[in-house]
């Protein structure tokens, strides 16, 4: 199994700054992905985060909006810029060691002011 | 698109009792995750199962695949206090199987009363 932790664990912020959260994986994984949980509702897929190389994002979730950086095969970040109050949510990381079990991080709770 | 539907959305039952929460896609599935979540965290892995007919138990948990793998269904024995959170079925369709995109059904509520 995979631990993965991410900070902060939760902030509130002002409309039009951004914030960096970060994942870590307590091992190597191949894969890494960061979801949205909005408020009441289910996750929907962000992007998936390539090392070495551009995330690959979800119809609806630019780049300029979500940049991502995946620089090893154990940590990764995820930048909401340009905040608004619908950017509102738990974000929240998971990776999958092998093909099969996808581990998910406790989640960053965002409220922007 | 593949999409996933649960219910009930949501549940109270009283300690004790046996309860069974539900999974339905509108496509085959390839891979059927189950996940509990308490309000406002991340998310437990609990089950994943693949072959039609398959089931998986942990301690009180039992997760199901139908054979035509479109339904799954997740079965709480006993329910305890602990048991209480919110379930989610998470999908890889055929399209995401080797690249781990994960749909999710809209959760359901699961309240245990004392």
């Known amino acids: 199994s995979a631990v993965i932790s991410q900070k902060p664990s939760r902030d509130i912020c002002q409309r039009g700054t951004s914030l960096t959260i970060q994942c870590q994986v307590d091992?190597?994984?191949?894969?890494m992905f960061w979801y949205r949980q909005q408020p009441g509702q289910s996750l929907t897929l962000i992007a998936t985060?390539?090392?070495?190389?551009?995330?690959?994002?979800e119809s609806g979730f630019v780049i300029d909006k979500f940049p991502i950086s995946r620089p090893n095969l154990t940590f990764s970040t995820l930048t909401v810029s340009n905040m608004s109050p619908e950017d509102s949510s738990i974000y929240l990381c998971?990776?999958?060691?092998?093909?099969?079990?996808?581990?998910f991080g406790p989640g960053t709770r965002l409220l922007v002011l | 698109s593949q999409e996933l539907e649960q219910s009930p959305q949501s549940l109270i039952v009283q300690e004790g009792k046996n309860l069974t929460i539900n999974c339905t896609s509108s496509?085959?599935?390839?891979?059927l995750y189950w996940y509990k979540q308490k309000y406002g965290e991340g998310l437990i892995f609990l089950m994943m199962?693949?072959?039609?007919?398959e089931e998986k138990s942990h301690e009180k948990i039992t997760a199901k695949l139908d054979e035509k793998k479109q339904q799954s269904s997740l079965h709480i024995t006993a329910s305890q206090p602990s048991h209480a959170g919110i379930y989610l079925c998470?999908?890889?369709?055929?399209?995401?199987?080797?690249?781990?995109?994960?749909?999710f059904g809209q959760g359901t509520t699961l309240q245990v009363k004392p």
């Open positions: 998971s990776a999958m060691a092998g093909r099969e079990t996808q581990y």
């Open positions: 091992s190597q994984v191949t894969m």
């Open positions: 985060a390539n090392q070495g190389s551009e995330a690959t994002y």
């Open positions: 496509k085959t599935l390839y891979g």
């Open positions: 199962l693949q072959k039609g007919g």
């Open positions: 998470g999908a890889a369709d055929k399209g995401s199987s080797n690249t781990g995109k994960l749909i």
